[in-house]
């Protein structure tokens, strides 16, 4: 049983683990954008960031999300996700005032399709139901290179070692 943890208390993830080495599963959610699908995961022919947060409304989230959205401006190679349990207008609004271009900022929130798939939802806690802090690197054939839960959520996520 994979954990986080919140505050120092340890946190059950659920759904099916994903590792290095494992294939990516394709996973539909919402785009922030125009509430279009967008797939995340699988072979897509390139190299693919998935950042997980568990909402864009809170200091860490906004601040990675800020820091990522630096850090992939000018990587032509990688496509840079933001998956959070936000309903994709509240999202869609902090991108536009937070000047968010170089990241597809996305929502799970129709079924936690995304959050079962890759083993970051998180299980009993107060923040039961939404997810843990993760990233995921995916080659361009859909295997999954690098691989961090966050083990604090309140705490950022090694952005080099991401990028």
């Known amino acids: 049983m994979a954990t986080t943890k919140f505050k120092g208390t340890d ?11 494992d294939k990516a599963p394709a996973v539909t959610v919402v785009n922030s954008d125009g509430l279009g699908d ?19 409304d809170t200091g860490v989230c906004a601040t990675e999300t800020r820091n990522f959205n630096q850090k992939v401006a000018g ?9 959070s349990l936000d309903l ?16 597809v900022v996305t929502s799970d ?18 923040l039961a139901g939404v997810t843990c ?5 995916v ?9 961090e839960i966050v083990p604090e959520i309140t705490e950022e996520p090694n952005y080099d070692a991401a990028i």
């Open 139 to 147: 080659n361009e054939e859909g295997v999954v290179t690098y691989k």
């Open 109 to 126: 929130f129709r079924n936690k399709d995304f959050a079962n798939a890759y083993g970051v939802l998180l299980g009993g806690s107060v």
């Open 75 to 83: 990587l032509n190679d990688v496509t840079a996700t933001i998956v």
């Open 88 to 103: 994709p207008f509240a999202s869609g609004r902090f991108c536009q005032a937070e000047g968010i271009q170089d990241l």
């Open 11 to 21: 946190v059950e993830l659920l759904g099916n683990e994903v590792n290095v080495g």
């Open 38 to 56: 967008v797939v995340v995961g699988g072979s897509t022919g390139k190299k693919q960031l998935i950042i997980v947060v568990p909402s864009l």
């Open 133 to 137: 802090r993760a990233i995921f690197v």
